[in-house]
């Protein structure tokens, strides 16, 4: 049984820092990428970033590039999105998700698998 567990999130202050996990399990993943996105309350699900598993190449959302920081640990079957510089506006539940390589990776519906969410909240 596939899962992909998240932890980290929290309530944190306009500027501060928080660092998400998420831990696979359940299958080889060595050929999918690592998603990670978010939804506001009232909003669709976006993108955030993406990482594969074989080759670290990361993407991100225009929203987030430059301060959000996508790795990975394969030893430990492990993503991890190191947020700097939050702001208001990245208030939301974070998901993380696995999709195959062959599929683009910054739509929802391309995802296989997928977390059950951390809630991060930045205050003003």
């Known amino acids: 049984q596939v899962q992909l567990v998240e932890s980290g999130g929290g309530l944190v202050q306009a500027g501060e820092s928080l660092r998400l996990s998420c831990t696979a399990s359940g299958r080889t993943f060595s050929t999918y990428r690592m998603g990670w996105f978010r939804q506001a309350p009232g909003k669709e699900r976006e993108f955030v970033a993406a990482?594969?598993?074989?080759?670290?190449?990361?993407y991100y959302a225009d929203s987030v590039e430059g301060r959000f920081t996508i790795s990975r640990d394969n030893a430990k079957n492990t993503v991890y999105l190191q947020m700097n510089m939050l702001k208001p506006e990245d208030t939301a539940v974070y998901y993380c998700?696995?999709?195959?390589?062959?599929?683009?990776?910054?739509?929802?519906?391309?995802?296989?698998?997928w977390g059950q969410g951390t809630q991060v909240t930045v205050s003003s």
């Open positions: 998700a696995a999709v195959r390589l062959s599929r683009p990776l910054r739509e929802v519906k391309n995802y296989d698998y």
């Open positions: 990482i594969s598993w074989t080759s670290g190449i990361a």
